[in-house]
Structure formats: C-alpha cells, structure tokens
C-alpha cells in the first residue's frame, strides 16, 4: 500500500505564492521520481515539474523560473513552490509518485488539492 497527502492548496490573488506539499507513505522503497502534475476540467492531466531520486528536474514550459520543486531530506516528500502566479495556473494539482519495478515503474496519485488564483 502506498499513500501521498497533499497540502497547501487554496485561493490567492495573481502575483501571490503557494506552497504545496506531498508525503509518501507506506511500501515505498526503490522511488524513481516524485513530481506534480495538474487538471483544469474537460482537459488532461499535464506534468507540473518533476524531480527524479538523483534531482535532476522537468518543469512544463509555463511554469518555469516561477514554480520550483524540491524533495525533503527523506526523499519521501515533495514541495512545489508556487511564485507569481496566473489565472491560468488554476487547477487541481496532483501529487505524483513513481516506484521502480522490473521493466518500468507503477505511478501513484495523491487526492488532489485545488488552487485557485483570482485576477
């Protein structure tokens, strides 16, 4: 059983800053990446940023020099801090988990926390 808790989503204005946060928990060994991704309704679920257990990074083209990723010392968590941000960065975002297996890796998604940005 693995299981990811998200926090930190909410309302703020455009310019303002949020900070989300995702620990993993359970069977959680051989970790191949932790990463964010978000949804905005009638659309598919598209890569925030990711960060693989080496820390090498992805960012989607919109967010970058605005959003940063970044893994707790235990490498069980994930942050996603969330500067200057746009109307257009609302969506629900979605923690993301990838454990190595033969062959490939299973990915396992948090519940998802909304974030809102007003004009």
């Known amino acids: 059983q693995v299981q990811l808790l998200e926090s930190g989503g909410g309302l703020v204005q455009a310019g303002g800053s949020l900070r989300l946060s995702c620990t993993a928990s359970?069977?959680?060994?051989?970790?191949?990446?932790m990463g964010w991704y978000r949804q905005t309704p009638g659309n598919q679920r598209e890569l925030v940023a990711d960060m693989s257990n080496a820390g090498s990074t992805n960012y989607a083209d919109s967010v970058k020099g605005r959003f940063t990723i970044s893994r707790g010392n235990a490498k069980n968590t994930v942050y996603l801090q969330m500067n200057s941000l746009k109307p257009e960065d609302t969506a629900v975002y979605y923690c993301?988990?990838?454990?190595?297996?033969?062959?490939?890796?299973?990915?396992?998604w948090g519940q998802g926390t909304q974030v809102t940005v007003s004009s």
């Open positions: 993301n988990l990838q454990i190595n297996r033969r062959g490939g890796w299973n990915d396992y």
């Open positions: 359970g069977n959680i060994f051989s970790i191949n990446s």
